[in-house]
């Protein structure tokens, strides 16, 4: 995935371009802007080499550096990437709308527009932001869109609250439901691939169980009401399941591992590369006919 353009009402979010460094020099020229910065971003020389390092960014697929126009006009700049500052290199999002059109709501709705494009569109468990201890303004904006103040620490420099958006359960799965015809051969595979990816038992009855991870759950049930004895993935219905397997190295272990606990693979000939040049994952399918992705968080190896 390419950085998208977001739009909202009044704005339009678009990836930031060589072609934008005069404009978003202009948009730091005023003192007002590095006001909680280290930095005097009004020398156009410093703001300047902070578009350097924005135009150089090389990081996770649609995550990156936005700049915010309105009626054509580049009013300020966002961003969507892993923090420099905060453990883990979670995902950090920033914005900053020029002095002259501040006070019209447009911080919020651009913050909103990339906050969503990190939780909906790229399935983001969570989005942090570090605002500096006395940015009343932009502290009120990340409270309008639903951060959690969680702390403080020195980041750039200075004293900052830091802040998380979570993805919200609302529109997400709650449960998967399979009918299988062989509850033991259902419970030797599927028990074995959800355990590996960290899921819990979570209830189990005569004719069925299930495994939990947060607030989805799997179940798997040979139901007295089944229709027939036998599941075919080319008709209608259940095709397969997809599931986040971990680093490439961690889908390729599982596959190679999976043979032991009911597990065939699918599309051998085109392992890892079967949905396409882009998308790493391990197709398998068990004794009873189900299928599962194994998909890999990370994208192809370089040059791929």
Do not use: C
Request: hydrophobic share 45%; aromatic share 8%; net charge negative.
């Amino acid at each position: 995935m390419t950085l998208p353009e977001l739009t909202t009402p009044r704005l339009k979010l678009r990836p930031l371009v060589e072609a934008d460094r005069e404009a978003v020099v202009k948009v730091f020229s005023d003192p007002e802007m590095s006001r909680f910065f280290a930095a005097d971003f009004s020398d156009p020389a410093a703001a300047s080499a902070m578009i350097d390092r924005r135009l150089a960014y090389r990081g996770p697929a649609g995550q990156g550096h936005w700049v915010i126009e309105r009626d054509g006009e580049v009013v300020g700049v966002a961003h969507l990437r892993p923090s420099s500052e905060l453990p883990g290199g979670v995902p950090e999002l920033g914005y900053y709308v020029a002095s002259a059109h501040a006070g019209q709501g447009l911080a919020t709705e651009a913050a909103q527009a990339v906050l969503a494009h990190g939780l909906h569109a790229l399935g983001l468990p969570a989005v942090w932001a570090l605002v500096h201890e006395h940015n009343e303004a932009s502290r009120k904006v990340t409270a309008r869109l639903g951060f959690l103040d969680v702390g403080s620490g020195i980041h750039y420099g200075d004293l900052h609250r830091v802040l998380v958006a979570l993805a919200p359960v609302h529109g997400r799965a709650h449960h998967i439901e399979l009918w299988v015809p062989d509850l033991a051969e259902a419970e030797r595979s599927w028990g074995w691939l959800l355990g590996e990816l960290g899921w819990t038992e979570f209830q189990r009855w005569p004719a069925g169980l299930s495994w939990r991870r947060a607030g989805t759950y799997v179940v798997v049930e040979a139901s007295p009401a089944m229709s027939a004895p036998d599941h075919e993935r080319t008709r209608p219905g259940l095709n397969h399941l997809a599931l986040h397997g971990g680093t490439r190295a961690e889908v390729d272990d599982l596959a190679a591992r999976a043979a032991d606990h009911g597990w065939h693979p699918l599309f051998a000939d085109r392992y890892p590369y079967a949905g396409g040049r882009a998308h790493y994952a391990a197709y398998l399918e068990n004794d009873a006919g189900f299928e599962v992705e194994l998909v890999a968080i990370e994208g192809p190896a370089a040059g791929k």
